[in-house]
């Protein structure tokens, strides 16, 4: 099971840290996906199990920063300089492959709502 926290409304050049809660003992790959409205949901992120790896969206890279706490079964995602097109829905993910195919990801958690006014 997966819990997303940390949405909220942030003006445009703000920052915000998502959380994600996890209960799962295996050291899953973690990622993070957002959908605006009208949109398809989009790969934003993704950590491998060890945390030695990481992968980006090339329109959120030096601005976003994913990251994980195992001993806490945490996942964290850093933004900042956020922009009025980061709106979305933000949800996080756990699969097998470190990958930025959302259909390689078998488990979601809700998403929580991140609002950029400009």
């Known amino acids: 099971q997966l819990q997303a926290s940390g949405g909220g409304l942030v003006q445009a050049g703000g920052s915000l840290r998502l959380s994600c809660a996890t209960s799962a003992r295996t050291l899953y790959v973690m990622g993070w996906f957002r959908q605006a409205p009208g949109k398809e949901r989009e790969f934003i992120a993704a950590?491998?199990?060890?945390?030695?790896?990481?992968m980006y969206q090339d329109s959120v890279k030096g601005r976003f920063t994913i990251s994980r706490d195992n001993a806490k079964n945490m996942v964290y995602l850093q933004m900042i300089s956020l922009k009025p097109e980061d709106t979305a829905v933000y949800y996080c993910a756990a699969g097998p492959l470190l990958t930025a195919r959302k259909a390689y990801y078998n488990h979601w958690g809700q998403g929580t709502l991140v609002t950029v006014s400009s």
């Open positions: 950590i491998s199990g060890s945390a030695d790896r990481t």
